[in-house]
Every structure is written in C-alpha cells, then in structure tokens.
C-alpha cells in the first residue's frame, strides 16, 4: 500500500528513447495546480496583450485614417482656393486689361476736347488779347501701355499640362508642381497687377487734373462770354463800317469810330455783355448815349438813341435792353452807332460781332 505521502503525489514516468532508462518524476498535486494556474495566467496575459496591442494598432490605424482624411480634406480646399483665387486673378487681369483701354480711350478723348476748346479759345478771345489758352494741347499718358499689357501676361492663368494635378490623390504624381513654384507665380502675376493698379491710379489722377484744368477753361470761357462783348446790340443792315469813309456831311474822307447799324425808330438795343453804366445823356454828336462798362477794360457806346431805358450806375445784364434805335444827335436817319472802347481805346468791333 502507498503512504499518505505517496498518494497526495502525481508521478511521471519518462523512458529515456535510446538508453531505455526508465526515469519518474514526483509532483503533489497542489504544485501541479501551481503550474497549471501559473500557466493559464501567463497565457491569458499574452493573449491580453496581444489583444491590447491589437486594439492598439487598430486605434492608431484609424487615428491615421482620420489623419489622412482630414488632410484629403484640407487638400482639396487648398486646391478649391488655388482655382478660385486663379479664377480671380484671371478676372481681375481682364477688368484691369478692360479699363487700360478706357484709360487710353479717356485720354483720345481728352486730347479731342482740348483741341476743339483750344481752337474756340483762339478764335473768340485770343485775338481780343485774352489769353485763356490751356497749359498745354495733349497730357501724355503716364502709363507705359505696352509694359503694362505685357506684364499681366507674364505667367498666363488657366495654361497648363499633365503634370498638374486637378483633385487631390493619394497616388504621388512623378513630376507634382511645387507650391513653392505656384505661390511664387502667383505672387508675381499679383505684383504685376499690384503695380499696374498703381500705374492706372496716377492716370486716373492726371486724367482728373487735365479734364478739370478743361472744366476751369470752358467755366471761363463761359464767363467771358457774358462780360467780353461778343454779339450784335441790334439787327438791321449795316450802313457804315468802322475805319476811312466818306463823311455823309462834309463828303471829306474821315475816320469812323464804330458801326452803323441801319434799323427802324424804337427797335430795341441790347448790352453786348455783362457790366455797369458808367453814362446816359446826351452826348454830343452821338446824341442820345449809353456808356457801358465791362471786365478786362472794355467799354461799349451806343449812340444816336431815340430813348435810353437805363440809368447811370446800374448794373446790366447780357441782352438786356438799354434803349431804343433812334436819329438823334449828328445823324442823317435812324440808325444805330455801336463802338466798342478797351482802356479807353477805340478799336475794331468786328472781332465782337460774331
């Protein structure tokens, strides 16, 4: 009979397979328990670990996904705004290419004006000694057109080839464009218009000032035309011209200070400009006169008037009626005697009957 001892043990019998020796081995049963729990923890760790690592790997794959979505995503916006701001590029290079070519059309057009005012300046007021000429015919253009038009088309938007990417692919393109190529571009196509829109302001501004120094002219031409005499005092025929004639009295030649305007008794006379009454009364051998006053030295003398309607010291208005045709004073019938005086001067007064 085995002891207590003996039966509480586990034995192994192990026959050695070339010696033939027979070895036994003793374990109690609390040791095999031992080994077997010790065995079942360590193989329940690994396969907690591997378990672990497992989901391990699996978040990071999947924190890599959402990685690299997102950077799909920033990706393709990155691309929307490059196409959107090359689209803006484009569109602001041809609103820029548009109004250079209203510019230059200003200009044309500027220069028209001027020569036009410039030529009615010379025929009205030049010859009467009134200088309102321009400071000059043409303003050249302060943008250099052909650079201008040659800049914007430096590095032209929307020309391309193969090599660039339309959408966002995880492939690698063999030959992909560089950013740092395609900011430096657009950065100096930006520049270009940058510099051209500066350009364009300092025509703007020299457009401005020619077309209000032409503003400044016709608002003087304008006002010249109300206190220059510049219009006819009455309608009728013209009887005797300014200059030599034959005196209708004495029938010896002699010199004529103005115009005799042939016309019934009592049609009206009208001040030739703007200015102030400096005489009314008889005068003479103009008979009933009206002495009228106005800028740059000039005086108009209407004589021979059967009633004067203004008095001295008022002030009259372009056109307004001053008198009545008349025959009084050295006169061999009714008729009116326009002379016009510059800083008490007599001169020609044709120059002022337009």
């Given at each position: ?9 586990f ?5 050695h397979?070339?010696k033939?020796q ?16 010790v ?14 690592y ?5 978040k ?24 959107e ?7 602001l ?8 070519k ?5 200009r ?9 005012l ?8 030049q ?14 253009s ?7 038009l040659?800049e ?6 929307g ?30 196509q ?20 020619s ?23 009455t ?7 300014y ?31 703007e ?47 001053i ?23 007599v ?8």
């Amino acid at each position: 009979m085995l002891d207590k001892k003996e039966e509480e043990q586990f034995t192994i019998f192990w026959l050695h397979p070339t010696k033939g020796q027979l070895k036994r081995f003793h374990f109690s049963w609390s040791t095999l328990l031992l080994g077997a729990l010790v065995l079942v923890i360590g193989v329940g760790l690994g396969i907690g670990g591997v378990l672990w690592y497992q989901s391990r790997i699996k978040k990071e794959l999947c924190l890599a996904l959402e990685k690299m979505e997102e950077t799909q995503k920033s990706a393709a916006v990155l691309e929307a705004q490059k196409k959107e701001q090359e689209e803006k590029l484009k569109q602001l290079t041809q609103e820029t290419e548009a109004v250079i070519k209203e510019l230059e059309s200003l200009r044309e057009l500027d220069e028209k004006v001027r020569n036009v005012l410039e030529k009615d300046l010379q025929s009205r007021f030049q010859k009467l000694g009134i200088d309102l000429s321009l400071s000059s015919v043409s303003v050249p253009s302060y943008i250099p057109l052909n650079r201008f038009l040659g800049e914007l088309h430096v590095a032209p938007l929307g020309v391309g080839g193969p090599e660039r990417l339309s959408s966002f692919s995880l492939v690698r393109d063999p030959s992909p464009p560089s950013s740092s190529d395609h900011n430096s571009d657009f950065g100096r196509q930006a520049k270009a218009l940058e510099d051209n829109l500066s350009w364009m302001r300092t025509e703007t501004l020299a457009r401005k000032k020619s077309l209000e120094e032409v503003v400044e002219v016709a608002q003087q031409r304008d006002r010249l035309l109300y206190v220059v005499p510049m219009r006819w005092p009455t309608w009728g025929r013209v009887s005797s011209n300014y200059g030599w004639r034959n005196d209708p009295f004495t029938g010896r030649r002699a010199w004529h200070t103005g115009v005799d305007i042939a016309a019934p008794t009592g049609r009206n006379v009208v001040a030739t400009a703007e200015g102030k009454v400096i005489f009314t009364g008889w005068n003479g051998n103009y008979g009933k006169c009206v002495i009228v006053r106005h800028q740059f030295g000039y005086e108009t003398v209407y004589g021979h008037l059967s009633k004067i309607l203004v008095n001295t010291g008022d002030a009259v208005k372009k056109e307004q009626i001053i008198g009545q045709v008349g025959s009084t004073g050295r006169s061999t019938g009714p008729h009116l005697h326009y002379e016009v005086r510059r800083y008490s001067e007599v001169i020609n007064p044709w120059p002022h009957l337009p």
